[in-house]
């Protein structure tokens, strides 16, 4: 007598991506791995550790930067102007992309523009290395080139 066979089950639909726009990410508060999370939720429980992470008010935007002392992933509030890591307590400098700044030559007096962050700035002119942010009596060097 023959046996019945049963169907195979059928495969588990393709896994498509949500809509854009339908998800957004941030940092577990916890374990610092990155969540994604459907708009419009209030928390979000993390899957590896359970910890419960307050997702921020509608309309806030998010970047995201490296921390300079362990090499963490860091999410902020856009607009920060500095970011404490939580692992290591370093203090991040938070800047936008294409953020400049504005300082005189301490030799030619000559304008010189660099990108907001940088501890000195060297003159296109003459050569001469000025310290931004610090006095400019003390810091500044003439370059041998």
Do not use: D, W
Request: aromatic fraction near 4%.
């Amino acid at each position: 007598m023959p046996i019945p066979l049963a169907p195979y089950p059928l495969p588990p639909a393709p896994c498509t991506p949500p809509a854009n726009g339908s998800q957004n990410q941030l940092v577990c508060s916890g374990c610092r791995n990155l969540l994604l999370y459907p708009l419009g939720a209030s928390s979000v429980c993390c899957a590896v550790c359970n910890a419960v992470t307050a997702v921020p008010p509608p309309g806030t935007e998010n970047a995201q930067l490296v921390c300079r002392g362990c090499h963490t992933l860091l999410m902020y509030i856009r607009g920060a102007t500095s970011v404490k890591c939580s692992c290591c307590h370093t203090v991040n400098l938070a800047m936008e992309a294409n953020q400049v700044a504005h300082v005189n030559c301490g030799n030619c007096q000559m304008l010189l523009m660099y990108q907001y962050g940088a501890q000195s700035v060297r003159c296109a002119v003459c050569h001469f290395v000025t310290s931004v942010g610090v006095p400019t009596s003390t810091v500044e060097q003439k370059l041998n080139c």
